[in-house]
């Protein structure tokens, strides 16, 4: 059965103290692995998606990397606005249409 | 691009009631979900639309939810009659490919 598993869940972090959040997953077919972001009373907004061991994507202060069991977002000297819920998710391996979510890890960057 | 439209943002119902969610897509896209999120179970999938037909319902977690997309720029999920333990927040996300655009969800309370 398809899995996502997110760690921590919750981290606290000083401004510029760089860390990293986990996903590990379990398909028996990667279609792709997603990571969103949360903020308080809104929906998951869109960051990365990653296809194959070895690939990296960045935006800003974050990096996104996938091996072969779980993939990794890093979070370069976090400013107070990355606090947010991070959540990361897998295609179904049949279908490709239904996404399993991990219960996501809650980050808060204290200035 | 006015992304995904929920309505209403906000729901305060009194058990046994109806409840009626709407949504509106993102233009083009022609996958629709329907999710349920709370503090104990995360982001669960209750049902999703492809072309405006309903492909998997296996998340809906009781005859007293149903799910409608009469066309493409529209659906709802209706809840009949509520109970408290309904109270969570309820998201729609569209896509066209693998990736799911969320709309802010609408806040549910079955008092």
């Known amino acids: 059965e398809d899995q996502v598993t997110q760690s921590p869940e919750a981290l606290r972090l000083q401004e510029g103290e760089s860390s990293s959040l986990n996903c590990s997953y379990t398909?028996?077919?990667?279609?792709?692995l997603f990571w969103y972001r949360q903020d308080p009373g809104k929906g998951p907004e869109f960051l990365f998606t990653l296809y194959s061991a070895g690939e990296e994507k960045e935006k800003e202060r974050l990096k996104a990397t996938l091996t072969k069991k779980e993939s990794f977002l890093h979070i370069t000297a976090p400013k107070p606005e990355d606090s947010a819920t991070y959540l990361c998710a897998v295609p179904d391996s049949n279908t490709g249409n239904q996404f399993y979510f991990g219960t996501g890890t809650s980050l808060t960057v204290i200035p | 691009d006015a992304g995904v439209i929920q309505s209403p943002r906000h729901e305060v119902t009194e058990m046994g009631q109806e409840v009626t969610l709407r949504c509106k897509p993102i233009s083009g896209h022609n996958s629709l979900f329907w999710y349920r999120q709370t503090m104990m179970r995360g982001l669960e999938l209750l049902i999703y639309?492809?072309?405006?037909?309903?492909?998997?319902d296996s998340g809906m977690p009781e005859d007293r939810f149903s799910a409608k997309m009469p066309n493409a720029s529209f659906s709802t999920l209706k809840i009949q009659p509520s109970e408290p333990r309904d109270s969570a927040v309820y998201f729609c996300?569209?896509?066209?490919?693998?990736?799911?655009?969320f709309g802010p969800g609408t806040r549910l309370l079955v008092l």
């Open positions: 996300a569209s896509s066209q490919g693998e990736t799911q655009y």
């Open positions: 398909v028996s077919g990667l279609r792709g």
């Open positions: 639309f492809n072309n405006n037909v309903p492909i998997d």
